[in-house]
């Protein structure tokens, strides 16, 4: 599966971004679809994930309230919405698609086959 991430930018802090996660050539509601997040000298983490099975979806704790995970099957994109921002949310956000058997959601690293090219949030004033 071909990911491609977009909508990234530079937004104050409490603004609003929107981020696309688009495939090609596949229907991305037939995949566990995730989001990760890595700011510089940091680890690579687990935002939200979208489960394939009945979209139910789950946020960490640390975006629990202002991130949203949603899924337009008619275009196969996933989006990312991100509200009320903090500076520490700056990072490279990365989609991944898990394979076609995995069940559930979940923001295991290894559980994912594919992976986006990555689209750069940066939030500050």
């Known amino acids: 599966v071909q990911l491609q991430a977009s909508g990234g930018g530079l937004a104050q802090p409490g603004g609003s971004l929107r981020l696309s996660c688009s495939a090609s050539g596949v229907t991305l509601d037939y995949y566990t679809v995730a989001w990760f997040r890595q700011a510089p000298g940091k680890e690579r983490e687990g935002v939200s994930c979208i489960s394939r099975y009945d979209g139910s979806s789950w946020s960490a704790d640390y975006v629990k309230g202002r991130f949203t995970m949603s899924r337009d099957n008619a275009k196969s994109t996933v989006y990312l919405q991100m509200n009320n921002l903090k500076p520490e949310d700056t990072g490279v956000y990365y989609c991944?698609?898990?394979?076609?058997?995995?069940?559930?959601?979940?923001?295991?690293?290894?559980?994912?086959?594919?992976w986006g090219q990555g689209t750069l949030v940066t939030v500050s004033s």
């Open positions: 991944a698609a898990a394979p076609p058997s995995a069940y559930g959601c979940f923001v295991e690293r290894s559980g994912f086959s594919s």
